[in-house]
């Protein structure tokens, strides 16, 4: 066994594609096309490649078509660090593991998380009795970027809201509220407030806001850059429209 390790070949430097790094090719089952990965196949045509059928893949160095395996049966070129049989997955050592429950893998290392059986994801243990639990929450799609959560390659998040995403912005799309602290942001947009007179015919013009931070209304001066909650003091706001009034 230890000569045959020996005689293993790497993948090569930029084998793969920009979604991993593989010695190999994966020959579709849908249309007997080769493709790096399914990803490139799904970007390139009309339909979705199952990576559970997958039955065949061509070496990048002799070219062999063989069945699916670690490494190349013909030049001994190894395929990936990584291979996962039941979803055909080639890739670096990235602490892969394949989970049961998902049905497919993940990004590791595995002790650092753990399946939540009715959300029916793997989570970071940081999230064990700390999230609330949704039932199949994964199978649906992320309100940002609408791809599906339980198969992205994108580690989803919980909000403070309770709400999934995968996407990276500083509040929940769906009920507005911030989803990270953003009080160090808020007190350096204090000062660019101050810094930034508006023009003449806006200085003496207020404005009703509606937080979405803390639900709060209050009325305040109109400034582009910003305008902040009198109550809980978050610029994460939005202008009413309401009312409009100059100070007298």
């Known amino acids: 066994m230890a000569a045959v390790a020996e005689e ?3 993948p090569e430097r930029d084998g793969g594609c920009e979604h991993y790094r593989r010695g190999c090719l994966l020959r579709a089952p849908c249309c007997g096309k080769l493709y790096p990965c399914r990803l490139c196949h799904d970007g390139a045509e009309e339909h979705r490649l199952d990576r559970f059928r997958v039955a065949e893949v061509q070496c990048t160095r002799c070219r062999l078509l063989q069945k699916p395996q670690r490494c190349c049966e013909g030049c001994g070129s190894l395929f990936g660090e990584y291979y996962c049989d039941v979803c055909h997955l080639f890739d670096r ?3 892969q593991y394949h989970c049961g429950e998902c049905g497919i893998c993940r990004i590791g290392p595995k002790d650092d998380f753990f399946h939540c ?3 029916n994801l793997c989570l970071s243990l940081s999230l064990r009795g700390k999230h609330k639990c949704i ?6 799609d992320c309100p940002i970027c609408l791809e599906d959560i ?6 989803a998040r919980v909000l403070p809201c309770d709400t999934w995403e995968l996407g990276i912005g ?3 799309p769906l009920c507005m509220h911030s989803a990270l602290d953003m009080r160090r942001y808020w007190r350096q947009l204090d000062d660019e407030v101050a810094q930034t007179p508006m023009p003449t015919e806006y200085q003496n013009m207020m404005v009703e806001i509606l937080c979405n931070d803390c639900n709060s209304r209050s009325t305040v001066q109109f400034h582009l850059l910003g305008m902040k909650c009198t109550n809980c003091e978050s610029y994460n706001t939005a202008q009413d429209g309401k009312s409009k009034q100059p100070v007298e």
């Open 8 to 10: 293993l070949r790497e």
């Open 93 to 95: 050592d990235k602490k």
């Open 117 to 119: 059986a009715k959300c």
């Open 135 to 140: 039932e199949n929450v994964s199978r649906q």
């Open 150 to 155: 339980h198969t992205s390659r994108v580690e």
């Open 170 to 172: 500083y509040r929940c």
